[in-house]
């Protein structure tokens, strides 16, 4: 079950976005994603968080031997009436340092060890779907980035145009074209991107619009920035 306690729902979704989860409750999680707003957000943030570890280890490509080998050191193992993997202390042992290294990290980060981590958050939705989130924001030191995390792509020879409103402002300024894999990030931004704006997605031709001041289609996603 999903908790409705907000920092035990922000544990999941860490332990969920880190892989520590067991695989009934990552299919929990999976399934209740469609529906669950804060859920959406708390996993965003956590991803924004995480992805940049990955560039700390350079990718590598295992020996195309390696499970052969392993396989066949297993054969040789000698066989004993109660293997020490099926014995619950190393597993236990194995779980609770696992959750140490998640909570360790997850507080890191929380600290600021990160140099990334967001300080605003936005959540896009049609009006006509208030509680259905198709776009999710982050606004940190390091810029916008926004995702798409529904099926929303544009229809054929469209595209959407991210736009940032300020508060109490009418005008609104381009901010750019979303790709066709639903995610823009953007290092430089423009003063209207701050708390209490506005973001909103308009469907435009494949370029944008070619007002930079203002959507020539239909404005279809819009959502507040609000602090983390």
């Known amino acids: 079950m ?3 306690d907000r920092e035990e729902l922000n544990a ?6 880190l892989g520590l989860l067991e695989p009934m409750q990552q299919r929990e999680v999976e399934a209740a994603l469609a529906s669950n707003a804060t859920l959406r957000s708390a996993v965003a943030f956590w991803e924004e968080q995480l992805h940049p570890l990955s560039s700390l280890a350079a990718p590598a490509e295992p020996p195309a031997d390696l499970w052969n080998k392993i ?9 004993v009436s109660a293997r020490w993997w099926n014995r619950p202390a190393p597993w236990r042992w194995a779980t609770g340092g696992f959750a140490a290294v ?5 507080l890191y980060i929380a600290l ?3 140099p990334s981590a967001p300080h605003y958050i936005a959540t896009l939705h049609s009006p006509q779907q208030q ?5 999710i924001a982050t606004v940190g030191r390091n810029g916008l980035t926004i995702r798409m995390v529904t ?6 020879g469209r595209a959407y145009e991210l736009w940032a409103i300020a508060p109490g402002a009418t005008a609104a ?31 435009e031709p494949p370029g944008g619009s070619p007002d930079k001041h203002k959507p020539s289609g239909p404005v279809l996603f819009a959502g507040a920035i609000e602090s983390l």
Do not use: C, H, K, W
């Open 2 to 4: 999903i908790p409705e």
């Open 12 to 17: 999941l979704a860490g332990e969920y976005v």
């Open 71 to 79: 396989a066949a050191r297993l054969d040789q193992t000698p066989q």
């Open 102 to 106: 998640a909570a360790a990290l997850l």
């Open 112 to 114: 600021g060890g990160l």
């Open 131 to 135: 509680d259905r989130t198709s776009f």
């Open 151 to 156: 099926a929303a792509s544009p229809p054929p």
């Open 173 to 203: 300024q381009a901010i750019g074209v979303i790709p066709e894999n639903g995610v823009l990030r953007v290092a430089s931004l423009p003063p209207d991107v701050q708390l209490g704006a506005t973001l909103a997605i308009s469907l």
